[in-house]
């Protein structure tokens, strides 16, 4: 093997070491409380090596957070050709997008955990408009996959269209998001330890199902 792609071979470990030894201490303990040479010593790496990947604690972050979300949207993506979504009506579709945010609940508690955080940290560095763009391109899948839902209701007419667009992706997405990441962070009471929310996040999505699903 030549030199050149052994090199890209270490590189590509390294960095893949990186973003999944960074994600797996930041989701657990939180983002302020890790340290770079915390990241560094769980890769094996020396603390030099990291930043010459990343040159700030802040640019490591928001690759983490890209990885995570294209990695979940490459999820969806196969689970809307598993589920043949074009053949589904609105109604339909949005009662398929919707359980993502149980699917996120139930086996994706630590990505919720990190991107909460992740809000809280960005805002508290002043991360910039062009230092974010990659992570909100990576989070705006949902709602141009949400565009063609609410296009295919103004034909089929199983959902409301009275309200607009984008009151209607954010007033979901948002209450949805709300909810599962509370009951992922253990903020909500449940009267139980470690109790499974999932009833509760179902109640409230078939709630907005019927504000939203024409029946």
């Keep these: 093997m030549r030199n050149a792609e052994k090199d890209e071979l270490e590189m590509t470990a390294r960095r893949e070491a990186m973003l999944t030894q960074g994600f797996r201490l930041f989701a657990d303990r939180g983002i302020e409380a890790?340290?770079?040479?915390?990241?560094?010593?769980?890769?094996?790496l020396g603390i030099a090596t990291l930043y010459r990947y990343y040159n700030t604690k802040l640019a490591l972050v928001i690759a983490i957070a890209v990885r995570q979300w294209n990695d979940y949207k490459e999820y969806i993506s196969l689970q809307r050709k598993?589920?043949?979504v074009s053949e589904m009506t609105a109604a339909q579709e949005l009662d398929f997008y919707l359980g993502f945010?149980?699917?996120l609940y139930r086996e994706h508690k630590d990505l919720l955990c990190f991107n909460q955080n992740f809000?809280?940290?960005?805002?508290?560095?002043g991360a910039t408009p062009e230092q974010l763009r990659p992570y909100v391109e990576s989070i705006n899948v949902l709602a141009r996959?949400?565009?063609?839902?609410y296009?295919?209701?103004?034909?089929?007419?199983?959902?409301?269209?009275d309200l607009s667009k984008e009151r209607m992706f954010a007033s979901t997405s948002h209450?949805?998001?709300?909810?599962?990441?509370?009951?992922?962070?253990?903020l909500l009471f449940s009267g139980e330890d470690e109790a499974d929310m999932t009833q509760e996040i179902l109640l409230v999505k078939r709630m907005i199902l019927k504000e939203i699903v024409v029946s």
Excluded: P, W
């Excluded at 890790?34 to 094996?44: P, R, T």
């Design 34 to 44: 890790v340290s770079m040479q915390e990241v560094a010593k769980a890769c094996g």
């Design 145 to 149: 996959f949400f565009d063609e839902l």
């Design 151 to 161: 296009e295919k209701g103004r034909k089929d007419g199983t959902i409301r269209t």
């Design 119 to 125: 809000n809280n940290y960005v805002q508290h560095e």
């Design 101 to 103: 945010y149980i699917d």
């Design 82 to 84: 598993e589920k043949h």
């Design 175 to 186: 209450i949805m998001l709300a909810v599962i990441v509370r009951y992922a962070q253990g």
